[in-house]
């Protein structure tokens, strides 16, 4: 049972490329999401989704998408890197609040 | 807007003392408190939580606090150990409906040994 794995946990983009991180869960909670974690902060809410084919926006989500076509999978997309996405992003996943996160995908935007 | 801060930013502890993490809340509707904790290079752990019906709740060395009528919220420590050193969190919310998480700028913990 590995939880919530997050890939990569790593990643150095440039200004306008796009990418995905992937999130995967085997816990079968139907609710996941996405929050950022910038430099001595809280976390900030992306995007949330309370079931497969269900997803709503969180506090930031301008500059992120997201698609939950299974229960397991939740990946966020970035479309047009900029330099205000650089930050550390956790998936987790739980009931309709997170208890358990992944690791986290430490992105940075040059 | 509403937010959830912390009185300290850092708190150091000699190993066996206990450790006491304060948090402040503005928005007075928040009605499900949870406390976080956070090692380095890893995701939040949940830790407890607390529903604004209880003023105290007990966990395995751990105990939140709530204060409703000063609306704050307090993490305790018994016996502090050098794992417990890490970045603590609390965050607020509307336990109905989907209101988001509401996270507090976090409060780290160094344990002395």
């Known amino acids: 049972n590995a939880g919530v794995t997050q890939t990569p946990k790593f990643r150095i983009l440039k200004i306008g490329q796009s990418m995905t991180l992937q999130c995967t869960q085997d816990?079968?909670?139907?609710?996941m999401y996405w929050y950022r974690q910038d430099p001595g902060m809280g976390l900030k809410l992306i995007y949330y989704?309370?079931?497969?084919?269900?997803?709503d926006k969180g506090e930031v989500p301008n500059g992120y998408n997201v698609s939950r076509s299974t229960t397991e999978d939740f990946p966020l997309r970035l479309e047009l890197a900029a330099p205000s996405q650089t930050s550390v992003y956790f998936c987790?996943?739980?009931?309709?609040?997170?208890?358990?996160f992944g690791d986290g995908t430490r992105l940075s935007i040059l | 807007g509403e937010s959830v801060g912390l009185h300290l930013p850092t708190l150091s502890v000699q190993e066996g003392d206990n450790s006491i993490i304060n948090c402040a809340y503005s928005?007075?509707?928040?009605?499900?408190f949870i406390w976080y904790k956070q090692e380095s290079g890893k995701g939040p752990q949940f830790i407890i939580d607390?529903?604004?019906?209880?003023d105290k709740r007990q966990g395995q060395r751990v105990t939140v606090l709530l204060n409703k009528t000063v609306k704050h919220l307090s993490l305790q420590i018994a016996a502090t150990q050098p794992g417990d050193s890490a970045v603590y969190f609390c965050?607020?919310?509307?336990?109905?409906?989907?209101?988001?998480?509401?996270f507090g700028k976090g409060t780290r913990l160094s344990v002395i040994a």
């Open positions: 987790a996943t739980g009931g309709r609040q997170p208890q358990h």
């Open positions: 816990m079968n909670h139907n609710y």
């Open positions: 989704s309370v079931g497969a084919g269900i997803t």
């Open positions: 928005n007075s509707a928040s009605d499900y």
């Open positions: 607390i529903r604004s019906n209880m």
């Open positions: 965050a607020e919310t509307l336990i109905s409906g989907n209101t988001p998480l509401v």
